[in-house]
């Protein structure tokens, strides 16, 4: 994943990576996709960017599931979060 370039939410042509790591230390929410669903994680803060994954850390990190087919999401909850970033949807910085 370490020349993945992407549109849109990360800007034309800036390394994902890179743009992620302006993030590092900041809460944030990230969306991401696992199979047909959406798993969005909120309150927990991005605590490190590797190589393929992010990690979120926090004591109350909260993990939608969005399941399709299933009626309604499914809330767990969390203190430590391991995404694959080529599963990454979007990260948003929340308004305080």
Avoid: H
């Avoid at 034309?12 to 047909?36: A, P």
Wanted: proline share 3%; net charge positive.
């Amino acid at each position: 994943m370490s020349n993945v370039k992407t549109e849109g939410f990360f800007g034309g042509g800036k390394d994902f990576e890179s743009e992620i790591r302006e993030f590092k230390g900041q809460k944030v929410n990230v969306n991401f996709e696992c199979g047909d669903n959406i798993i969005r994680v909120t309150g927990g803060t991005l605590a490190e960017v590797g190589k393929d994954f992010i990690k979120l850390i926090g004591r109350y990190i909260n993990v939608i599931y969005f399941i399709s087919g299933y009626n309604g999401p499914i809330l767990k909850k969390a203190t430590v979060v391991v995404i694959p970033l080529d599963r990454v949807c979007d990260i948003e910085k929340p308004e305080k």
